[in-house]
């Protein structure tokens, strides 16, 4: 049932506006923030200074003995690279520019990767998910599950936003030193047993941004600028345990820390096409909020 539930989230999940005029991937000479004050610029946006991504050093300066050991540290570092000498990026680029922008596409020596967190935005809302399951479901269940009806969907898929379609599928969030393809920055347990899930958020230039952008709203502005938080049980027509009701509210007024004006909401306000967390949710919205 939980998988019902994440592949609604993948309806809504690119849309986008607007396109960047390039017609070459020229991420090596053109910096990660020059690309989108170019992007911002185009739309006459105040560009915001992301975080300087962190990369690998070249296949080159790694002074390898063989391609194996090579390899090997290459996924150690960071798993989700492609290899520019293996997957040749041009096509996806390409196919992305089509319409679109190369604002995904982050380039740097032998290596290359999609950036799918480079539009989040400054924190403003909390979604709140139910599981629609049994209680005693585990996060790396979840995780398989998310990575199933998400990503691998989103890898086979025509999508040219930017267009993936064929490569190997991959989150590019890293927690605990583990690729996590969970959509939820929080999951609370009936019992009120918080488990973390993507990392919730960044400062940038004194503004606190979401910082792994979960896909879990089914509208891609939305999981920009929201942490999202699930419940685990089936709550269409319950209410939620108090000991749970208590955790998320813990979470909550913690996250009102930095951003006291933040917005709570049920999923089903973003997607029209499901229920979730249950439509007796304004009735227990209070005790978390």
Request: charged content about 20%; glycine content about 6%.
């Amino acid at each position: 049932m939980i998988i019902l539930i994440i592949v609604s989230a993948l309806i809504c999940l690119i849309g986008l506006a607007g396109a960047i005029n390039a017609s070459a991937f020229e991420t090596d000479k053109m910096t990660k923030e020059e690309l989108i004050n170019k992007y911002h610029s185009y739309h006459q946006i105040t560009p915001v200074l992301r975080p300087t991504v962190t990369v690998p050093p070249s296949l080159v300066e790694l002074k390898r003995p063989n391609a194996d050991q090579a390899e090997l540290i290459i996924k150690k570092q960071r798993p989700y690279y492609y290899l520019k000498t293996e997957v040749d990026p041009e096509p996806y680029i390409q196919a992305t520019l089509a319409e679109k922008r190369n604002l995904w596409f982050v380039s740097k020596g032998n290596y290359w990767y999609i950036d799918w967190d480079a539009e989040r935005l400054p924190f403003e809302i909390v979604v709140i998910h139910h599981s629609e399951g049994p209680s005693n479901v585990t996060v790396a269940e979840i995780n398989q599950g998310c990575k199933e009806s998400l990503y691998t969907r989103r890898y086979a898929s025509g999508n040219n936003d930017p267009y993936v379609k064929g490569l190997e599928p991959h989150s590019g969030h890293m927690v605990n030193g583990q690729e996590s393809f969970l959509p939820y920055h929080y999951i609370v347990y009936p019992d009120g047993t918080i488990k973390k899930g993507l990392n919730a958020l960044t400062s940038i230039n004194g503004v606190w941004y979401v910082d792994q952008v979960g896909w879990h709203a089914g509208n891609w502005e939305v999981n920009c600028k929201s942490l999202s938080i699930l419940l685990i049980g089936d709550y269409s027509n319950a209410t939620p345990p108090s000991a749970q009701l208590k955790a998320v509210k813990k979470i909550i007024t913690g996250l009102k820390f930095f951003n006291p004006n933040l917005e709570v909401a049920p999923h089903y306000q973003f997607n029209s096409q499901t229920n979730c967390p249950g439509w007796p949710f304004e009735q227990w919205q209070s005790k978390i909020s």
